[in-house]
């Protein structure tokens, strides 16, 4: 059984930084992919960045240049989020990714609120 535990939101007003954190029971090399997806209210949930074994990272285009991934000790997975506006609002998950796709874990959410 795959574990992935959240842990780093909180609020924060425009502008600043959080760093999430999340823990696998697994290192990233029993996946295909790790990552960060978030869902706002109302909103259905969306990618964000993932990375794979060896560090490529892939980071959604409307945080690009604002947000980072990186792993650490393989299993633990960081999301850094900077110059942050009241839209980054959301639940964000942790994600991983069986390597043939066919199973994906997620964490237990985590609430990140930037207020204006």
């Known amino acids: 059984q795959v574990q992935l535990v959240e842990s780093g939101g909180g609020s924060v007003e425009a502008g600043g930084s959080l760093k999430l954190t999340c823990v696998a029971s697994?290192?990233?090399?029993?996946?295909?992919?790790m990552g960060w997806y978030r869902q706002a209210p109302g909103k259905q949930r969306e990618f964000v960045a993932s990375?794979?074994?060896?560090?490529?990272g892939l980071v959604d285009e409307d945080v690009r240049g604002r947000f980072a991934i990186s792993i650490e000790n393989g299993n633990t997975l960081y999301l850094q989020m900077d110059s942050l506006k009241p839209e980054d609002t959301a639940v964000y998950y942790c994600?991983?990714?069986?390597?043939?796709?066919?199973?994906?874990?997620w964490g237990q959410g985590t609430q990140v609120t930037v207020s204006a």
């Open positions: 994600h991983a990714d069986s390597p043939l796709g066919t199973k994906n874990y």
């Open positions: 697994r290192t990233i090399e029993n996946f295909a992919t």
């Open positions: 990375i794979i074994s060896g560090g490529r």
